[in-house]
């Protein structure tokens, strides 16, 4: 086996292992945006970066005055240990505290989501 060889099997390993863990995601996901639609969050956008490591990036759209933060919390507590889930529930609850902190007359916000090797959570309140 070569070095070309060896190359081209590695690439492969990890295509592989990245489309497993990008499976993983989605499924998180999926279970992320069932239990934001209870608060009229949808997903406005979603797009899928192909490259090693691939990327999904998403935006979850909805109004802060449909943030009940007593019913948040309490999910927040259901779903401990649902990494993504947890952390979108969390940035609801900073996002109508700040809202409310600012007394900002802006109602709309839109969660910017990358899952990937580096995951992060984008939040703009407009």
């Not at 700040?98 to 990937?116: A, E, F, M, R, S």
């Amino acid at each position: 086996m070569d070095l070309k060889d060896i190359f081209m099997k590695g690439k492969e390993e990890l295509i592989s292992a990245s489309m497993g863990k990008m499976n993983d995601w989605l499924d998180d996901y999926k279970k992320a945006i069932t239990v934001m639609e209870t608060f009229g969050f949808t997903v406005g956008k979603l797009e899928v970066e192909m490259g090693l490591p691939p990327k999904v990036q998403t935006f979850i759209l909805g109004s802060i005055e449909n943030i009940q933060t007593e019913k948040v919390n309490k999910l927040i507590e259901e779903h401990h240990g649902e990494t993504l889930l947890e952390a979108l529930l969390r940035a609801l609850v900073l996002i109508k505290q700040i809202w409310k902190n600012l007394d900002l007359k802006l109602t709309g916000v839109i969660l910017k989501v990358t899952l990937g090797i580096s995951p992060k959570i984008d939040a703009e309140i407009y």
